[in-house]
């Protein structure tokens, strides 16, 4: 009688339930630690997953590809690309993920500053003295010439 009693309550916490899941055999999903440098130090590093920190600094992403951006003050932004592998376990062990590059290196060019053009203030030349007409010019001077007439 024991037995019996000892199945029938079995089956009556298995039955409570709709279904069966094996959701508690599951692993996570891999991810992947990667390590964010730049030179010079101190940039915004924003990732295409949503993670960010400011440099050096790491983050923990999900087993996919994403790039990083990395953008500072008077600085040119760059965007590293980076792969992410997943290689599968097995019953004895889990899945792993490794990115690549890592660590993620971006090398910063500085913002070349914009020359607004110079607008140079020409100072009018001192009027010079007119020479005095030569003697032999076929021409009259423009001084002597006479009033016209009305």
């Not at 094996?22 to 101190?42: H, I, N």
């Not at 062990?93 to 890592?102: H, L, V």
């Not at 030349?125 to 009259?140: C, H, I, L």
């Amino acid at each position: 009688m024991r037995r019996f009693v000892v199945v029938a309550a079995a089956g009556l916490s298995l039955a409570g339930c709709s279904s069966l899941s094996l959701d508690a055999f599951k692993s996570a999903p891999p991810t992947a630690t990667v390590q964010l440098e730049s030179a010079p130090s101190g940039a915004n590093a924003v990732a295409s997953s949503g993670e960010s920190c400011k440099t050096p600094c790491s983050i923990t992403v999900a087993a996919t590809d994403f790039s990083v951006t990395f953008s500072m003050d008077k600085f040119q932004p760059v965007t590293v690309p980076v792969q992410v592998v997943v290689t599968p376990g097995d019953f004895t062990t889990s899945a792993t993920a490794a990115a690549t590059p890592n660590p993620v290196v971006a090398e910063l060019q500085p913002v070349k500053p914009v020359r607004k053009p110079v607008k140079r203030i020409r100072k009018p030349k001192p009027a010079a003295s007119a020479p005095a007409p030569a003697e032999s010019s076929p021409f009259p001077s423009p001084a002597a010439a006479p009033a016209p007439a009305r």
